[in-house]
């Protein structure tokens, strides 16, 4: 009902930058929540950024004064701008959404882009 797509990512060298896109489709009357998650060989996804519709975006420890995400609602899109990567980066990044969907809302998740971080 709701597919996810993202793109941007790919080989970058440390201490450059990276801007993620995630576009979402499909019947969806309104979306709330969206969040740009992490997962690193052999570790747990984490949150990496969350923007809520009219308020002050947060992100993880790791990442902030580095990242800046953002949506444009017209396109039902969001986004991460990654600057001064480091190795630790180095992940597969993936866009959650939390879209109204007919009368019921639920989170969608996208299938994921490799972001790799060369020292």
């Known amino acids: 009902q709701v597919q996810l797509v993202e793109s941007g990512g790919g080989l970058v060298q440390a201490g450059g930058s990276l801007r993620l896109s995630c576009a979402a489709s499909?019947?969806?009357?309104?979306?709330?929540?969206m969040d740009w998650y992490r997962q690193a060989p052999g570790k747990q996804r984490e949150l990496v950024a969350t923007i809520n519709p009219g308020e002050t975006p947060t992100y993880a420890t790791s990442v902030k004064d580095r990242a800046t995400v953002s949506r444009d609602n017209a396109k039902n899109a969001v986004y991460l701008q990654m600057n001064s990567l480091k190795s630790e980066d180095t992940a597969v990044y993936y866009c959650?959404?939390?879209?109204?969907?007919?009368?019921?809302?639920?989170?969608?998740w996208g299938k994921g882009t490799q972001v790799t971080v060369s020292s």
């Open positions: 499909g019947r969806i009357i309104s979306i709330g929540t």
């Open positions: 959650n959404v939390y879209a109204l969907v007919g009368s019921k809302w639920d989170a969608y």
